[in-house]
C-alpha cells in the first residue's frame, strides 16, 4: 500500500495550520504524538468492545425504522407477507414467524436468511479512524518517513491486541523522541502504523472508505483554519 499523495496532502494542511498559527519554527512532533492518544482513545471509544459494562459492544451504524414497532435498530427486512411494503425488525419478525407456525402452520424462514441486508459504516467509528490518520500521517512526515514505502498489514486478527500494540509503540515513540533518538522514533512509528492499518481492517474498513473519509475531513481541516477554528 503506497499512501505518499495522502502524505503529501497532510504535510500541506500541516503547513496551513503552522502559518495561520504563528508556529513554523516550533518543534510540535511530542504534541503531535500525544494528540495520536487522544485519538487512540477515541477509536477505542467508539469501538466499545472492552466496554463489558455495557449492552452495547460494538460501534453505532445507522438505524433503521421498523414500521411495525417504530423502534430503531441496526438492520430490518421487508415483511414476509405478499403485497405489504413495510419493514421487520429482528424481534418482530421472529414473534410473527412463532406465531404463524402454531396458528397456520405457515413457515417464514429466520430472519437472518436474506441476501439483501445493506452494509452498514459505523460513520462515527470511521471518523475516529481517519483522524488517527491525520496524525500518523503528520508524524511521519516529521520523523523523514518515506512517502514512497510500500505498507503491509501486521495481520493480527484481534481489535484488542491490536489497540494495546498502538499504544505501546505510540508510547515508545513519545520517549525516545523525547530522548532525542528521531531514528529510533521513526521504527516505534513504523510499527504502531503497520497496526493501525491492519486495525481498520479489522473493525470492517476498505481502504477505499478510508480514503474517501480522509479527504473530507482534510477538507474540513482546511475550513477550519480559514474560520477560526
Not at 89 to 96: I, N, R
Not at 206 to 222: F, G, Q, S
Amino acid at each position: 500500500m503506497k499512501l505518499s499523495r495522502f502524505f503529501r496532502l497532510q504535510a500541506t494542511l500541516d503547513q496551513h495550520i503552522k502559518k495561520r498559527k504563528g508556529l513554523e519554527d516550533k518543534d510540535l512532533l511530542l504534541d503531535k504524538i500525544q494528540a495520536l492518544q487522544v485519538e487512540l482513545g477515541e477509536l477505542a471509544n467508539e469501538w466499545r468492545g472492552f466496554k463489558f459494562w455495557s449492552n452495547k459492544q460494538t460501534p453505532e451504524v445507522e438505524q433503521e425504522e421498523c414500521d411495525y414497532c417504530g423502534e430503531y435498530v441496526d438492520h430490518t427486512r421487508p415483511s414476509p407477507f405478499m403485497g405489504d411494503s413495510a419493514s421487520m425488525c429482528k424481534p418482530c419478525w421472529d414473534m410473527t414467524k412463532e406465531t404463524y407456525a402454531s396458528s397456520t402452520g405457515e413457515h417464514i424462514p429466520e430472519f437472518e436468511d436474506y441476501p439483501h441486508f445493506r452494509k452498514k459504516v459505523a460513520n462515527k467509528l470511521l471518523e475516529e479512524y481517519v483522524d488517527c490518520l491525520h496524525f500518523f500521517l503528520s508524524i511521519g512526515n516529521d520523523l523523514n518517513i518515506n512517502e514512497n514505502m510500500i505498507f503491509n498489514k501486521s495481520g493480527i486478527p484481534n481489535a484488542r491486541t491490536l489497540f494495546a500494540l498502538i499504544n505501546r509503540y505510540v508510547a515508545e515513540m513519545w520517549w525516545v523522541y523525547h530522548d532525542k533518538k528521531s531514528s529510533d522514533a521513526a521504527v516505534k512509528w513504523f510499527h504502531a502504523f503497520e497496526h493501525y492499518l491492519q486495525l481498520g481492517e479489522v473493525l470492517g474498513f476498505a481502504w477505499e472508505e478510508v480514503e474517501e473519509a480522509y479527504l473530507k475531513k482534510n477538507e474540513i481541516n482546511h475550513e477550519r483554519q480559514e474560520s477560526g477554528y
